[in-house]
């Protein structure tokens, strides 16, 4: 894989870094009634293969006529081949991106972002918390982990979601705990169905069900809706984590995703190129995050 | 770095000469309107005039361009069109705003648009006259050392030129029968005197070097909330701006097709567009907020970054903004914490 | 796939919004080869009243006759698109909007004279009587901007206007700015579009493409003030084009300054 990572460089070097890759769709099917999942591959194969990312970083995704925007990336680099985007209906061009059926292209450019210090956070136990769309990219992060199991220590996956129906990947993760080497707590914060088997109530009721962690050996990785990080970061900061450990993904508005185009700047940071994974000590440093509450600005 | 001699009257037919290479661009002046545009020769422009409207920075990334040309079949990069341009006349303030703009947009992932056109542009810089809005000395600006490929400081009597690049050498190569390397002690007095001339010639008085503290301390100021309160969000700031780089980018398509192209136009952090994501979440939804992160940009996050202001001194600002908004009050109304008039 | 089919209509204001569209010469043909033209009083005598897909309304709406007819469009059109500033802002005829007071001016100027026509009221903005799906302001339109919005709307895609003001433009063009010599300017409060053709010509924005998303009113108006300018004649300028936007923004002008007077 390292070597790949040097002939994408080299692309980056000689090539128009705007320049869109064509990817066909191969499947796609929704997760809950506004998200679906698609999974991709180049039309020239060789692109796939040079598609080397790290869990947490993005890709812009384009249609032509409706522009690009910023898509984190589902899948796991440790299985290549596939690119695979949680894409939720939220403006123009994802309403387009919802009208594509499998076999059609979309542009794609990337990976983009710093993503997930996995180096630094190999042989450390890594806990986990999504929150609803927060699923997208800790996904990445998790398959990565679990693909690469010797090399990290305790695994444990928080996921909460408003209602079962609403739990993005909900069969993929029950299926996970069944596995022995992960702890996998789903929670859903009102049960529409009646047939919820897991727990019910906000996220951080999942802390309690934890087994004690070893703190000062621990990476958080955070990602959720506004309201979720308050809470979560609470309880991650009164568990004794330490704060340059606790890492949390933002979104802003991109229009290059290559620190060009100004949007994404958070005083010198520009999210597409010092983030989007930044960590809590950061967040603490960003007086603009600070002045709105932590909260504001980081979303799923 | 090489410096020649030549003579004031010799000027324009070096000029004449250089056309050559390509279009001969400089400053003129229509009224009040003074801008860089196309020429003839020196005759068109006004080498007095102080500042253009819009920095040459239009030449390296244009208002609106086209990026890529697309069908159903992918994205085809539109670049080889820019013609080659000698652009004479550049300020050093300018300069030194450029040399910015090439850290952003040269460096990590180059922007092949940007690219293009540095490479087409010959960059042929000339002392100025500076005005009561210019404060090249606050930002170390006032002087250029690198950047350019020829530079020509008027010294009354004849020009010194520096030359500061292959290219511009070549230019000089040209008509070399126009320049000297005959300097002597008075030359070097009158260069000396025209330093200090210059920066004589600043009125203003900000000092930029307190201001990441400044900046920290007073961020939740009610100062702001005062500015923002004139602030008009017009986006004029940062269109002067020799060192404001942000876009947008908008898809166009051919009616009943499905062709277009990817067209690229100048954006400003001073609109509520900005920072707003799909979904109708705004990060930055009030003026004041805005305001904060371009001046923070300029002032704070960059001089903590590169140990120097993002502002390069132009006076820009100071003479477009409406309702008098610009690096000068915005500073002084955070050191005195009081909004002057 | 087949052609969509698109109706334009006129109600209250000049048509020089539909002369603009005869006047695209070089792109007529493309759009004509593009659309299927179900309606067109300006340019096309056998008019049918069927489904639409599009719609295009040019003029403000100030008779019941036309507020019938606007009714019977929008339920026959999936897409209404209000085109020209009269159709979205209400135009100069919209400007005493926010004054009220129009019974006295109609009988100020019909007398007791028994009109058997249609019955009149105020000017108002299509959008004040049915859902408009997009707005194309103008007076009259920017070729430019109406054809990448048309060939963005027949293709049921969403366009992009610019959501900044005229100044950005003007600054596009290198224009000194008109406020700063002391003369009015709408430049601030205008939306873009228009490609700054006034103040390129160096005279002021009279703000004919109605208000921008995002204006400083109570901001300009105070600058207007300052520069000497009566608060009478500032109050005329702004509402002469931006009609129910403006008319809006000033009566919460008017709060806020009670608010800070009380």
Known sequence: ???????????????????????????????????????????????????????????????????????????????????????????????????????????????????????????????????????????????????????????????????????????????????????????????????????IGVVTKLFDEMEPIDAANTYAAVCGPPVMYKFVIQRLVGLNIPKHQILMTLERRMKCGIGKCGHCAIEYLYTCMDGPVFTYWDVLHMKELIGKGVSDNVIA | MMILKMKKEDLSVFLETAKEWGELW????????????????????????????????????????????????????????????????????????????????????????????????????????????????????????????????????????????????????????????????????????????????????????????????????????????????????????????????????????????????????????????????????????????????????????????????????????????????????LREQEVGR | MSSPKVGIYGFTGCAGDQLMILNCEDRLVDIIGAVDIHSFAMAKSDNQNKELDVAFVEGSISTEEQLEHLKDIRSRAKVVVAIGTCACWGGPQAMKLEEGGFEDRYGGVYGDANITVTKAFEAQPVDAFVEVDMKIPGCPIDKTEFLSAVSKVVAGRHPYFYKFPVCTECKWKENPCILNEGKFCAGPLTKAGCGAVCPSHNIPCVGCWGPTDDLNLSGEYKLLVEKGYDTDEIMRKFKKFGGAGIAKLIKSMKDEQRGVSE
């Open chain 2, 26 to 333: 400089g400053p003129t002046r229509k009224g009040e309107r003074i801008a860089f545009e196309k020429v003839d020769g020196l005759s068109q422009m006004d080498l007095k005039a102080t500042r253009t409207m819009i920095p040459p920075k239009k030449f390296l990334y244009p208002q609106r361009f086209t990026m890529f040309d697309f069908d159903d079949k992918g994205y085809v990069e539109r670049t080889g069109h820019a013609p080659n341009r000698i652009l004479f006349g550049v300020h050093p303030c300018d300069i030194h705003g450029i040399q910015i703009m090439d850290k952003l947009f040269l460096e990590e992932f180059k922007d092949p648009y940007y690219a293009e056109r540095k490479e087409k542009t010959l960059l042929l810089g000339h002392s100025c006259i500076p005005d009561d809005k210019c404060m090249c000395t606050e930002t170390y600006t006032e002087f250029i050392a690198e950047g350019f490929d020829l530079f020509f400081t008027d010294l009354k009597m004849f020009y010194l030129v520096w030359v500061g690049s292959s290219r511009g050498h070549d230019l000089v190569r040209l008509k070399p029968e126009l320049f000297s390397r005959d300097i002597g002690k008075e030359d070097i007095l009158s260069y000396n005197e025209y330093r200090k001339w210059k920066k004589s010639q600043i009125q203003a008085e900000t000092d930029f070097t307190g201001m990441p503290d400044i900046f920290e301390l007073g961020y939740d100021s009610l100062v702001w909330d005062e500015l923002a309160e004139k602030c008009l969000a017009c986006g004029q700031c940062t269109m002067v701006c020799p060192t404001c780089n942000c876009y947008n980018v908008v898809d166009e398509v051919e009616l009943g097709t499905v062709d277009g192209t990817r067209d690229r136009f100048w954006d400003s952090c001073m609109f509520r567009e900005y920072s707003l994501v799909a979904g109708g979440h705004n990060f930055r939804d009030k003026r004041v907020d805005r305001l904060k992160l371009w001046y923070t940009h300029k002032l704070q996050a960059y001089i903590g970054e590169f140990g120097e202001p993002s502002c390069v001194g132009c006076g820009r600002c100071v003479a477009t903004c409406p309702v008098d908004i610009n690096v000068v009050t915005v500073t002084e109304a």
């Open chain 1, 1 to 199: 894989m390292k070597k790949l990572r040097v002939i994408l460089d080299e692309r980056e070097v000689d090539g128009n870094p705007f320049q869109p890759d064509m990817w066909r769709i191969v499947r796609r099917y929704p997760l809950t009634n506004d998200v679906n999942f698609y999974q991709a591959r180049a039309v020239d194969v060789d692109r796939t293969l040079l598609m080397d990312y790290l869990p947490g970083q993005f890709v812009m995704g384009s249609v032509s006529g409706d522009g690009e925007a910023p898509f984190c990336i589902s899948s796991t680099p440790s299985r290549p081949g596939l690119l695979e985007l949680c894409i939720r209906k939220m403006g123009t061009l994802t309403e387009t991106v919802f009208s594509l059926k499998e076999n059609q292209t979309i542009g794609i450019r990337g990976p983009y972002g710093n993503g997930f210090p996995i180096d630094k956070m190999e042989g450390k136990d890594i806990l986990i918390i999504a929150g609803g769309m927060g699923a997208a990219p800790l996904r990445s992060l998790l398959l990565y982990a679990l693909d690469n199991r010797d090399k990290f220590g305790k695994i444990t996956y928080l996921h909460g979601a408003r209602t079962p129906g609403e739990m993005l990947f909900r069969e993929e993760f029950m299926q996970l705990k069944e596995r022995d080497d992960l702890a996998c707590l789903l929670s859903v914060d009102e049960d529409d169905t009646g047939a919820w088997t897991e727990k």
